[in-house]
């Protein structure tokens, strides 16, 4: 058989196996094993089978990975995102939609310390859906709000599908997770202007406005949780500070940030007796090392794909059709963009990940593009892949969290589908959004 045949084949055999349910790790894995057999021999794909699964665990950049995840899994038992929440919608009350726009710019706050989009999407459907719905949302946009307001995770430091895709493709770690600050920023601006010009021409938007002006009448502003934003912007300094600055490396960032996380958890659950606070930490290291344990098997699955794609001259056959083809390279670019636009309606966000990059990333290096600014775009339509019915999965996190039918969660979330097509196409136009902070760093 041709490699192409045998592409083919394995491309197929990893979206059954996705189909049926079966853990995207092993999916990816016994697709490559048998691209493997099939391309050479079943004593060659052994041989992988016994270096891959080291040679992609034992790098020492991969420590970071378990450390975010840690310190995002402790400023969650430190009910901070419940302050943060709080402290928003006093400040954001006499807005149109001021409750949406605070959900949104609690979920900006509490993805810069948390870096999954599951734990906020999850965090603040438990927060704010009730509180929305109670003030004249109706329950498709109470939760598209947070689902779509959730997806931040991936973009704002410290994101772990930044270090995913720093890992698959030879980026610096430290400059993609800094080269997500101005893009994470810019989509929770679009978010709220668009709640807030929507709001104005909803007569329920009035419900909105009076509750939150009666509720800044009754609320004193040194009552207010102030404890939350000066945590979240402390832990913000050090893990991101640290490595623009050059003072912290970017596993020094998320070890000493990790650390701080503890302490303020231990500061504000003593009061709640040891025995339940040893609970928290003990609850707080196994959620850690599920994760990361679930992470890392799906980075050797990666890996091994990945040997058949090299073995296969996969990627540099797809360059060498791309870039015949009589379009210029941002045409092409975008072609391609638009390509991951149906694979993100059924694939898992890392699965899509370590799919695409391993493509996509030759191609983008041969036309002259930034692989920074690359990387911020997949992310992007990964961030809209975790919104996309039928996989979703940000959706499905706040309709299970929220007991919100899922029908209502994409009817809410389709309006946002299309502030981010915009968002997109301003990034694509204007890569510098994404280029210059990483530039300025030292």
Not at 129 to 154: C, N, P, Q, W
Not at 189 to 203: D, E, H, N, T, V
Not at 252 to 259: C, F, K, P, T, V
Not at 330 to 341: E, H, K
């Amino acid at each position: 058989m041709g490699a192409e045949i045998i592409i083919g084949i394995v491309l197929i055999t990893m979206v059954v196996m996705i189909a049926i349910e079966m853990p995207v790790a092993f999916a990816m894995g016994l697709s490559g094993v048998l691209g493997l057999v099939l391309l050479r021999s079943f004593g060659y794909a052994t041989n992988i089978l016994g270096a891959v699964p080291f040679d992609q665990s034992s790098s020492f950049s991969l420590t970071v990975i378990p450390l975010f995840i840690l310190m995002g899994i402790l400023v969650v038992k430190g009910d901070i995102a419940r302050q943060v929440f709080a402290v928003a919608s006093y400040v954001f009350r006499k807005v149109p939609g001021g409750l949406g726009v605070a959900t949104v710019m609690a979920c900006a706050g509490f993805s810069a310390v948390s870096g999954s989009s599951v734990a906020t999407a999850a965090t603040m459907a438990n927060l704010s859906v009730d509180e929305m719905r109670k003030h004249g949302y109706s329950d498709s946009l109470a939760s598209g709000i947070v689902a779509v307001s959730g997806t931040l995770g991936v973009l704002i430091p410290p994101s772990i599908m930044m270090i995913i895709y720093a890992l698959l493709s030879g980026e610096s770690t430290g400059k993609m997770l800094i080269a997500g600050i101005i893009p994470g920023l810019l989509s929770a601006l679009f978010y709220a202007i668009y709640i807030s010009i929507s709001a104005k021409y909803q007569s329920k938007a009035q419900s909105d406005l009076t509750h939150a002006l009666s509720e800044a009448g009754s609320t004193s502003i040194g009552k207010l949780p102030w404890t939350g934003l000066f945590k979240i912007l402390i832990l913000f300094t050090i893990v991101i500070g640290g490595m623009y600055s050059g003072i912290f490396t970017v596993t020094e960032s998320a070890a000493i940030g990790a650390l701080a996380a503890l302490v303020m958890m231990l500061v504000s659950k003593l009061k709640e007796g040891p025995q339940k606070l040893w609970a928290d930490i003990k609850d707080a290291l196994a959620q850690s090392a599920q994760t990361t344990t679930t992470v890392f098997a799906i980075v050797i699955g990666s890996g091994i794909l990945s040997a058949f794609f090299v073995v296969s001259r996969a990627p540099h056959m797809l360059t060498m059709w791309i870039t015949s083809l009589d379009m210029s390279p941002s045409m092409v670019m975008a072609m391609m963009f638009v390509l991951m636009l149906p694979l993100g309606m059924f694939l898992e966000s890392i699965s899509m990940m370590v799919i695409i990059v391993p493509l996509f990333y030759p191609i983008a290096q041969s036309l002259g593009f930034d692989g920074i600014w690359l990387g911020v775009m997949i992310i992007k339509l990964v961030e809209i892949g975790l919104i996309t019915p039928p996989v979703g999965i940000s959706c499905f996190v706040v309709s299970s969290t929220a007991k919100i039918p899922i029908d209502r969660v994409f009817r809410g979330i389709v309006p946002f589908l299309f502030v981010d097509a915009v968002i997109l196409v301003v990034l694509f136009l204007y890569p510098q959004l994404a280029t210059w902070l990483p530039s300025t760093m030292r």
